[in-house]
């Protein structure tokens, strides 16, 4: 069976930081591309950052250039999201998704693009 799971999201104080987690199972990542997004109430989902977990290439939306760091496990089957300098605008509900065959570019960072596989998400509410 083929999922996504997603693990790390917390309350943290403005200024923190937070490490999200996504673990395959039932595929390798291998020629995939992975994607963070996330889901604020009342907002569309948005692209945080990608991966291609062949070679290590990346991209990610200028909200989060900077403070938001993407890298994978290729052992572990694991991509992660490493967020600093976190502010209550990233609250949010955070998804990982896969999709094969494509690089990291602007336009899989889209919610639109048609991710093969989406994870069901992890809680981040940043609060004093």
């Known amino acids: 069976q083929v999922q996504l799971v997603e693990s790390g999201g917390d309350l943290v104080q403005p200024g923190g930081s937070l490490r999200l987690s996504c673990v395959a199972s039932g595929f390798t990542m291998d020629y995939y591309v992975i994607g963070w997004f996330r889901q604020a109430p009342g907002k569309e989902r948005e692209g945080v950052s990608c991966?291609?977990?062949?070679?290590?290439?990346?991209y990610y939306a200028d909200s989060v250039k900077g403070r938001f760091t993407i890298s994978r496990d290729n052992a572990k089957n694991t991509v992660y999201l490493q967020m600093n300098s976190l502010k209550p605008e990233d609250t949010a509900v955070y998804y990982c998704a896969a999709v094969s065959n494509t690089i990291p570019t602007i336009y899989t960072l889209s919610p639109l693009y048609e991710y093969d596989y989406w994870g069901q998400g992890t809680q981040v509410t940043v609060s004093s």
């Open positions: 991966i291609s977990y062949n070679d290590g290439s990346t």
